[in-house]
């Protein structure tokens, strides 16, 4: 049975780092290789070296277009503005893509829908099977509880994450305002700073913390009159990522046009 090549957009990261180690060890799956930005210090590295599973003979290389068409499916996890031409890039040559990047603006995200009108592409803010587990359930509770309660969600993760939010947290608002049947983005509150006034009854309020090397956590309150129920997902390492990242990709080659999530992957 022929191996699914896969290839891995920015594989000098740590998630592209581990992204190789999971391909390489994955049963019915192939390296098709990997890329990092022009001028990087990764090229021309072996890329089993640079993932530490030893020697490949594959050198990191600087042309994502080729890795494109070399692979039966590519994996990114780089930056909104890379993954948007990655997008468009995998869509004018029929290749499928996974996308684990966050943080995209409003243009990158429709970016990425118009390519999936031509290829399958998995767009998951979160590729832990946790995580989409606690999607659904966020969801439930929020349909079964009265707008009385408060939502608040906060996360963590390591100093060098650059967007805020997390995906992650504003996928759970997300859930929690598709379970109340309203518009997330009338009722999300990003931040709040200096004399905000009373919190808005239906309000979706969002803490973001960042330090040390913390993988990930997502904390989902509900605060109710005299009592609160929250739901917690901590994850403590990233190699959770990456295998449900290269469980996508397996999945995904050969599925009709259109853009999936996790939730489609693992058959929730």
Avoid at 106 to 118: F, P, Y
Avoid at 204 to 227: N, Q, S, T
């Amino acid at each position: 049975m022929a191996r699914t090549k896969m290839g891995v957009v920015g594989c000098g990261g740590r998630m592209g780092r581990m992204l190789v180690a999971e391909i390489v060890a994955s049963e019915g799956c192939a390296l098709a290789g990997g890329c990092a930005k022009p001028g990087s210090g990764y090229i021309n590295q072996d890329i089993g070296e640079l993932a530490g599973v030893g020697r490949l003979g594959i050198s990191v290389g600087d042309n994502a277009e080729k890795l494109i068409r070399d692979s039966d499916v590519v994996i990114e996890f780089t930056t909104p503005g890379a993954t948007a031409t990655h997008a468009a890039q995998a869509a004018g040559l029929g290749r499928a893509m996974v996308i684990g990047t966050t943080g995209l603006s409003v243009e990158e995200g429709d970016g990425v829908r118009q390519a999936a009108r031509r290829v399958p592409i998995v767009w998951a803010p979160n590729m832990s099977l946790g995580i989409n587990l606690l999607l659904g359930l966020v969801e439930d509770v929020a349909s079964r509880l009265g707008p009385d309660w408060d939502v608040e969600i906060m996360e963590m993760h390591h100093r060098g994450k650059v967007d805020a939010p997390s995906g992650t947290a504003l996928a759970l608002g997300s859930a929690v305002a598709a379970g109340r049947e309203v518009e997330f983005e009338g009722v999300k509150q990003r931040a709040r700073d200096g004399i905000t006034g009373p919190r808005r009854i239906g309000d979706i309020g969002f803490a973001a913390l960042r330090g040390g090397d913390a993988v990930g956590d997502h904390h989902v309150v509900f605060a109710g009159a005299g009592e609160r129920l929250e739901l917690i997902h901590r994850a403590t390492s990233r190699s959770i990522y990456a295998k449900g990242a290269v469980q996508a990709a397996r999945w995904v080659v050969g599925r009709p046009p259109g853009l999936y999530g996790l939730k489609e992957v693992l058959g929730l």
